[in-house]
């Protein structure tokens, strides 16, 4: 137990995790691209391949590529903020928790039941306004042909006020409320079950990518739909048309249907899943080192 505590540092866990993250957005970015081509597309139901063509066929493949200047600040650092807040809330849970013994209790479990979407929501307030940026340039359209990152968040604070950049925030907070609570959840009971009884207490690399397929894949079919929503709401010119993620949802129904609601869920799946595969064994490995075990 002393041994866990004097290497406790959930700074190195955040830097590592972050970067990690970054290196996975950066080789995803074309499939995200391709994914908020998808649920963008509110004429057709496009596959994957068909999202795909629609940009390298009719635009080129460097448009695959459009708004990459996002990945540092859309990636390394709400990922290191959420490692960060997420580490310390479970030291501190867990020392409060502890036995007379010492030992740890099996209800640790549920700690990121709560951890989690409190970290999240901290690292979300990071997140939120270059997606904005990232989104808009995504889509390629005379009306968002930004140059870079600075001069979009310039340009959307001119024409729609910097609120704009922050208006998506309660989809957000939703969103990835729900998405990381299963998503970490379901990868610490995954973790649980494979170490409950080996000495050392961190996975093999197959065993991290498994588990982190199995708890992403649930994740991402769950919260689709309102990702989906999202995407059209930060599309939205704010001085055109009313910001309402309700009136996206009825028109969406009406004209397209509720299977629409699945849009782009084949490139998510892949981007989301190979994306989380370079993060989370990165982070476990950094967990067993200098992070925190829920329980023994």
């Known amino acids: 137990m002393a041994k866990e505590q004097e290497q406790f540092n959930p700074w190195l866990v955040a830097f590592y995790s972050g970067l990690a993250s970054m290196c996975g957005d950066m080789l995803m970015y074309p499939i995200d691209t ?5 649920k963008a597309n509110t004429e057709h139901f496009l596959s994957f391949r068909q ?10 493949p460097r448009y695959l590529f459009r708004g990459f200047s996002t990945t540092f600040m859309g990636s390394f650092v709400p990922f290191s903020t959420y490692f960060l807040i997420y580490e310390w809330l479970n030291h501190y849970a867990v020392k409060s928790t502890k036995k007379d013994d010492g030992s740890k209790s099996k209800l640790n479990l549920l700690i990121p039941l709560v951890t989690a979407p409190i970290a999240e929501i901290a690292s979300v307030l990071t997140y939120i306004p270059i997606d904005t940026v990232r989104t808009r340039m995504q889509m390629n359209t005379p009306e968002y042909n930004y140059k870079g ?14 609120i704009r950049l922050f208006q998506a925030s309660h989809l957000y907070m939703v969103q ?3 998405y990381t609570t299963f998503q970490m959840w379901f990868y610490e009971l995954i973790r649980y079950k494979l170490l409950v009884d080996r ?7 197959h065993e991290s990518v498994l588990a982190t397929i199995g708890s992403t894949s649930v994740a991402t079919l769950i919260v689709n739909p309102l990702d989906l929503i999202i995407t059209r709401f930060q599309l939205v010119d704010s001085r055109k048309a009313q910001l309402s993620g309700r ?13 629409a609601l699945m849009k782009g869920i084949g490139a998510r799946l892949i981007n989301q899943c190979v994306f989380s595969a370079f993060y989370l064994p990165v982070y476990d490995h950094c967990k067993a ?3 925190i075990t829920l329980a023994d």
Not at 34 to 38: D, E, F, L, N, P
Not at 51 to 60: H, R, S, T
Not at 199 to 205: A, C, M, Q, S
């Open 51 to 60: 999202g795909y063509d629609l940009i390298v066929k009719n635009e080129g």
């Open 34 to 38: 391709i994914a908020t081509r998808i």
């Open 199 to 205: 000495e050392k207490k961190d996975l093999k690399i």
């Open 149 to 162: 990152v600075t001069q979009a968040i310039l340009e959307i604070q001119k024409n729609e006020g910097i």
């Open 176 to 178: 990835v409320v729900i």
């Open 247 to 259: 009136r996206i949802l009825k028109e969406l129904l009406v004209n397209e249907g509720k299977l």
């Open 289 to 291: 080192k200098y992070g």
